[in-house]
């Protein structure tokens, strides 16, 4: 079955530190997404690719890294400098184009203590 | 920049009544919308959208939606709401020959509660 994994589910790191989202899709779409969901706020985006080893900032890519050396993967770094990481945070990818929608991953809740 | 902005953060029905989530965009050009929903701690799923065409949306699960471009509204509708309709749902907009390409804007959310 066609689709996007995210790994882990959930995530607990010590403040100070970096740590890696995974993001793996097998629907073959060029275009992949993140973004940061906070309760009340909606989804905001922080990175998005349209092709392999281009990417452009979104709303809130302070505090983030992002690579895309392969179509079907796209890791998420938050580093150290993001002042409050603790999140849920969703992958998504497409068809490259305004009218196709976006397929979500299952998200990675990452806490940082 | 266009904007998205869903009227009430909660709405509350009781099973077997009808459902409607307002959203209402901004855009200097007519938009591409969608309508996506949230089970708890689950990714969003897809549950209709507007592109071009008929303005009358249908989607999963038995919703549909209207795009009214002279009121840039974009309501969801449901004529009778099931305890599994019980979600978070969101409306989201892209914009047509913008230089954001294939970004989506999305409204803050409306969280549907089901009373027996």
């Known amino acids: 079955d066609g689709g996007i994994t995210q790994s882990p589910k959930y995530l607990f790191r010590k403040e100070g530190q970096n740590v890696t989202l995974s993001c793996e899709q097998n629907l073959n779409h060029d275009a992949m997404y993140w973004y940061r969901q906070d309760p009340g706020q909606g989804l905001r985006l922080i990175y998005y690719?349209?092709?392999?080893?281009?990417?452009q900032k979104g709303d809130i890519a302070e505090g983030y890294s992002v690579s895309r050396e392969k179509k079907e993967s796209f890791p998420l770094t938050v580093t150290s400098a993001q002042k409050n990481p603790t999140a849920f945070y969703l992958c998504?990818?497409?068809?490259?184009?305004?009218?196709?929608?976006?397929?979500f991953g299952p998200g990675t809740r990452l806490t940082v203590t | 920049a266009q904007s998205v902005t869903q009227l009430g953060s909660h709405v509350s029905v009781s099973e077997g009544a009808l459902v409607l989530l307002r959203c209402n965009y901004s855009s200097s050009v007519p938009p591409y919308l969608f309508w996506y929903v949230q089970y708890p701690n689950q990714g969003l799923q897809l549950l209709l959208k507007?592109?071009?065409?008929?303005?009358l949306v249908k989607g999963i699960n038995g919703f549909e939606a209207e795009f009214k471009k002279s009121e840039t509204s974009f309501h969801l509708t449901k004529p009778s709401a099931h305890m599994s309709d019980a979600a978070e749902y969101f409306c989201a907009v892209s914009e047509p020959g913008g230089t954001s390409y294939g970004k989506l804007t999305f409204g803050q959310g409306t969280i549907l509660t089901v009373h027996p």
């Open positions: 507007y592109t071009t065409g008929a303005t």
């Open positions: 998504a990818s497409s068809i490259a184009g305004l009218a196709y929608e976006q397929y």
């Open positions: 690719s349209q092709i392999v080893n281009d990417f």
